[in-house]
């Protein structure tokens, strides 16, 4: 077995925190390892907890798109979240999105360190504030630093911070979700030039 498998394991057992009670299983992260890309998201959501795979839903088909688009090969990237586990609050039969708490995220970090020690990525996307400020901190801001190539972090790799692919969904202007859209692709753009070869 593999580090990384046998680190998905351990993970699986993970009760840091209490957002395993309700969650159908850990979503850990997917992809080559190592990897010259990696990308942190906030937490699976409802598709991904059921499947219990990163970036399947909504979401990750609109992520899907944006590296397409950007150039970037989904199969050479390591997909992961902050938060393994979903968190929803229940409205009728859905299971809707609850943001993770500061605790939440301190919580499954050691997980985030963990699988970046082994996919020793050469550049980190931070979709979103939630992934942002699990890897930078609670002051960082997205909105003030998106699409900056950020060199001293003190995480090794350099970082490229951007919108959640949510939060584009989230966007009810045909026209307006379409400039989010492109804006993410820039970003992701950015991350793919400064991958070497």
Not at 69 to 78: C, K, L, P, S, V
Not at 98 to 109: I, L, Q, S, T
Not at 110 to 124: F, G, K, N, S
């Given at each position: 077995m593999s580090e990384i498998d046998e680190l998905r394991r351990a993970a699986g057992a993970c009760q840091a925190c209490d957002l395993w009670a309700r969650a159908t299983q850990t979503v850990f992260g997917e992809g080559p390892v190592p990897a010259p890309l990696m990308l942190v998201g906030e937490q699976p959501g409802d598709?991904?907890?059921?499947?219990?795979?990163?970036?399947?839903?909504?979401?990750?088909?609109?992520?899907?798109?944006?590296?397409?688009?950007?150039?970037?090969?989904?199969?050479?990237?390591?997909v992961t979240n902050a938060v393994k586990h979903?968190?929803?609050?229940?409205?009728?039969?859905?299971?809707?999105?609850?943001?993770?708490?500061?605790?939440?995220?301190?919580?499954?970090?050691?997980?985030?360190?963990?699988?970046?020690?082994?996919?020793?990525?050469?550049?980190?996307?931070?979709?979103?504030?939630?992934?942002?400020?699990?890897?930078?901190?609670?002051?960082?801001?997205?909105?003030?630093?998106?699409?900056?190539?950020?060199?001293?972090?003190?995480?090794?790799?350099?970082?490229?911070?951007?919108?959640?692919?949510?939060?584009v969904l989230r966007v009810r202007d045909p026209e307006e979700r379409r400039q989010a859209q492109q804006q993410l692709v820039a970003d992701l753009r950015v991350a793919a030039g400064l991958l070497a070869g």
């Open positions: 598709q991904e907890d059921r499947q219990g795979r990163p970036f399947v839903g909504p979401a990750g088909r609109l992520l899907d798109e944006a590296m397409d688009e950007a150039g970037i090969d989904r199969n050479r990237a390591y979903f968190k929803w609050t229940e409205r009728g039969k859905r299971r809707l999105h609850d943001k993770p708490n500061r605790a939440e995220v301190v919580a499954c970090h050691q997980w985030l360190d963990r699988e970046m020690a082994l996919v020793r990525p050469e550049v980190l996307v931070a979709l979103g504030a939630t992934a942002a400020q699990s890897l930078l901190g609670p002051s960082f801001r997205v909105t003030r630093h998106r699409g900056e190539v950020l060199d001293d972090t003190g995480l090794g790799p350099l970082l490229v911070a951007t919108a959640h692919p949510s939060a």
